[in-house]
């Protein structure tokens, strides 16, 4: 512990950064997972666990009825799929049938009656998303993304198709193609039809999808397909169907993401609030909305930078808030007459939780986090809104430093981090963040910001970004940093941004183009746009034509905003913390900034991750990059860390 200490009683009173936090680092390991992909199969409910501790691989559980928990996959697999880099939707569960994405691999394994898992689909460069099942012809319906390499010789990167692969054999067959993205292949209740959806480059899904529909052939093909909703600037979202045969989805042919219904060729709109019922499609699989046999639908619905529970319908435009505990909410299902989702709140970190509608009465199924912090010493999030430039308005969450065993000399502010969310359309969490809660118990506050381009504040405010990447997110950090400062409720002259992917190149960008922070802790972020755009992957491999401009023309607001080209203007220390692995942000970005902070004598550190790739998953990985963090900020800001962590040296040369 830092030396020079004054106590009180049972108060110890020490400089802000220096406070022996109640919170082990390890915690943010041993004894947390990560939950994803909720599903049901009849009374049985299953779940993906992301664990740490097994080298960060997603394992599929399942929990009977009985309340019984078990794996349902094998041992050494990691159950998930690199399509679009970023996954999701990587099983499938319906009786004695189960099938998983086999990660190391790329190929589908299916689930023998022996208990044994074999592989379903040929041993290709083929990744496999979003199965459904096609029961009556015996298949599985299925997104592929195809890197073989004459297919990546031939389109010159991977090709992306809707798929059938039989049960028996594994034989793929292709049954839509010649666009350049598919996902949520979804089979009407009676079999005969089939939507799904398509878009092209330059867009990702929240620029502008396509609701398809078509019916099967005899022979399982399908026929001639329509359009139901969206187009090359609408977004759609999450087709699913309700007993009854109608198509229920979310759209955005206006200002907001709004609940929508098909049935025999008629379109109503179900919801009419100022509030996003879908999150942008960074993976495939996202559910926040489930049709119920009385012609209503449970949904999320995200307004003001957090999730509301709404019952919706029967009717149009009929929607009811229904009173719940939590401010984030995804994978809804349902199972029986309650409802199963992912969820979190302020308090509760993420878990899956069970909830009756009918009485309001919830049950919490299983935990991110074994590990419960004291009332006393948990740093609540305040949703707090700024002004930023061109007299608009910004959002934020900051988190005040919280430790009952200690407090600051009198007159002291705290330093703050500042950080914002990955994947610029995403949003600022309102969950308990054991990140968030690691820095606040050692006496660090946090401000999450939520700049233009985000999610949950209506398409004009996402729509902000578009060009302006690397001017309106950075506008909007400083901004909420200097809102924090002139209320004294941070140190001005102790402020440090923070950010992995595309918040990394927001932290980078900020330092390169202004001079508010004092440091910058930035994972896999980029240096470089040029680069990006030319060793990037499919999915997001024209996403700044949108966010800068078209590449090449736009080249001289690649080069202007390109913080990596532009070191000699970054004054101030930078830790680079990259994953060996990652494809989505790949080495060379960091290696490219790090040379830069070299050439130009700006202290540093680098940390690459062995096996780790866009996001880091293994227990020693993430303990040791907090740890660097926590060195990081002691050197930074001028506080001795109080836990014993292994020092990273800042290089200058």
Known sequence: MASGLERGPGVTVAPYGSWAAPFPIDW?????????????????????????????????????????????????????????EYGGAAYLVAGDLAVISDFATGRLLRRTTSEEWQ??????????????????????LAIREDHEPSTLERHGEAE???????????????????????????????????????????????????????????????GEAMTVAGAADTWVAQPRWAGDGSLWFVAEPDEWMSLHRWHEGRTERMTAIDAEFAYPDWQLGYATFVPRP????????RSRGRDR?????????????????????????????????????PSMGQAIVAFDPATGASEVIRRSSEHELAEADLATGVPIEFPTTGDRTAFGIF????????????????????????????????????????????????????YGGSTGYGRSYRKRLEGQWGIVDVDDCVAGARWLADQALVDSDRMVIRGG?????????????????????????????RGFVEDTHKFE??????????????????????????????????IVLQGAEDRVVPPSEAERIVSALRDNGIPHAYLLFPGEDHGFRQAASIRRAFEAEVSFLGQVLGFEPADPVAPVELQRG
Not at 294 to 301: K, N, Q, S
Not at 427 to 433: F, H, P
């Open 399 to 450: 988190y005040a430093p919280r430790n009952a065993r200690f407090r600051a000399p009198e007159g002291a502010r705290p330093p703050v981090i500042v950080t914002s969310h990955g994947g610029p359309t995403s949003a600022a969490s309102t969950g308990r963040s054991l990140t968030v809660q690691a820095f606040t118990t050692r006496g660090i506050a946090v401000l999450d910001v939520d």
């Open 541 to 574: 491999s024209r996403y700044l034509d949108r966010l800068v401009g078209p590449w090449p023309d736009a080249r001289a607001a690649y080069e202007a905003r390109s913080p990596g080209l532009h070191a000699q203007d970054i004054g101030v220390p930078v």
């Open 160 to 222: 992306n198709t809707l798929v059938a692969i039989d049960l028996v054999d594994g034989t793929v067959t292709t049954l839509a193609w010649g666009r350049d993205f598919y996902g949520a292949p979804r089979l009407s209740p009676d079999g005969a039809r089939l939507a799904w959806l398509e878009w092209d480059h330059p867009n990702l899904p929240w620029d502008g999808t396509e609701l398809r529909l078509a019916e099967f052939g005899p022979d399982g093909t399908i």
């Open 294 to 301: 009385d012609g209503t639908a449970l949904a999320v619905g």
């Open 28 to 84: 943010l390991t041993h004894g947390s997972v990560r939950l994803s992909e909720v599903d049901v199969d009849g009374d049985d409910l299953m779940w993906l666990e992301g664990r740490p501790e097994e080298g960060g691989r997603q394992a599929l559980v399942r929990r009977s009825a009985d309340g019984t928990v078990t794996d349902l996959g094998p041992a050494n697999v990691n159950v998930r799929t690199r399509i679009h």
């Open 309 to 345: 529970l709404y019952q919706v319908g029967p009717a149009p435009g009929v929607a009811e808030e229904l009173p719940s505990p939590w401010t984030e909410m995804d994978f809804v299902r349902s199972l029986g007459d309650r409802l199963v989702m992912i969820a979190s709140s």
């Open 119 to 140: 592989p379903l689909t040929p041993n290709r460069r083929w990744r496999f998303a979003d199965l459904e099942l096609d029961a009556g012809r015996g298949r599985l």
């Open 501 to 529: 992917s595309a918040s990394g190149f927001t932290t980078l960008a900020a330092l390169a183009f202004r001079d508010t922070f004092a440091g910058g802790i930035t994972y896999f972020g980029i240096g470089d746009l």
